[in-house]
């Protein structure tokens, strides 16, 4: 086992995902050069949480990381493996690593992926909407990525497995959490084909500011995304914010003017930042030069 897995193993471990500083630091000098000098307290005097990340690091080991990784049937994947998502590396702050389950042959699908992203609280008009979006998608063999939540992220998930499709959820918690607790079953029927995928150790638990930190996964990993109904202050939003930063295509499905959850797709189309779409095929019109290129 290399000295630049163990290493990374054990940042992964010590340090949240998401940050700019530490995600550049270890591009820049490798893993195993970063734990040495968070060792050493060179990153003391930094605003970066130098100081805990290194009280943290002192207690872990990654050998035991990888072994708790595999107990939750889970793998261990970095820049190092051959199916590393490149697209990732376009990120500001590039993950340490990743944790995946289920199929991990669904990672050579993401160059033919599209993020459907929206509300946890949609209308019968969202639900429907997301699920035979996702369904057409699946029909033409396009890969659906999703945060696997109550909502539009379920009924995008279980649009493209009822077409035998692939699909990936991106988690905001660890893969032992099953968080929601309601959507087990669906994570195992994703596991199948497709596959589950966290930026967080298995056993972390579910807290705000990770859902919004996996936004940029979920927009990173996806040649577009689309937003199915979002109110007009909404975590999906952000994601279309990620996806717009790194020059991926936003599309919003424009809904009723007196409904709530379309006041985010609304806005989105209105201030130009997303395309506005009403089919499947408004959808592959847009993508289908970028699976090309």
């Known amino acids: 086992m290399s000295n630049e897995l163990t290493a990374r193993a054990e940042l992964f471990a010590a ?6 500083f530490w995600a550049n630091e270890i591009v820049k000098r490798g893993a195993a050069d970063v734990k040495e ?3 050493e307290n060179a990153y003391s005097d930094t605003k970066n949480s130098g100081e805990k990340i290194h009280s943290r690091l002192k207690s872990i080991c990654g050998e035991e990381v990888l072994e708790e990784i595999a107990k939750a049937q889970g793998s261990f994947i970095t820049p190092s493996d051959h199916d590393w998502p490149k697209q990732l590396m376009e990120l500001s702050s590039p993950p340490i690593g990743l ?7 669904a990672i050579g699908e993401l160059g033919e992926s599209i993020s459907i992203v929206g509300t946890r609280n949609p209308t019968s008009y969202g639900t429907r909407i997301a699920g035979d979006f996702a369904a057409g998608l699946a029909d033409r063999q396009w890969l659906v990525v999703s945060g696997g939540a109550f909502g539009i992220d379920a009924a995008a998930h279980k649009g493209s497995l009822a077409a035998e499709g692939t699909t990936i959820a991106i988690l905001g918690a660890g893969i032992s959490k099953s968080y929601p607790s309601s959507h087990e079953k669906l994570f195992n029927e994703i596991c199948e084909t497709g596959l589950l995928i966290s930026e967080v150790m298995p056993q972390v638990p579910a807290l705000p500011f990770r859902f919004l930190t996996r936004n940029r996964l979920i927009a990173a990993l996806s040649k ?6 979002a109110a007009y202050r909404s975590g999906s939003l952000r994601t279309a914010r990620d996806a717009a930063e790194i020059f991926r295509p936003v599309m919003a499905v424009p809904g009723p003017i007196n409904v709530p959850t379309s006041e985010g797709c609304h806005r989105l189309i209105t ?3 997303a395309e506005l779409v009403s089919s499947v095929s408004d959808i592959l019109e847009l993508v289908m030069p970028l699976a090309v290129e």
């Open 99 to 105: 944790i995946i389950k289920g199929n991990r042959e």
């Open 271 to 273: 201030e130009r930042c």
């Open 15 to 20: 340090i949240e995902g998401g940050s700019i």
């Open 224 to 229: 577009a995304t689309l937003v199915v109904e």
């Open 37 to 39: 000098r968070i060792l």
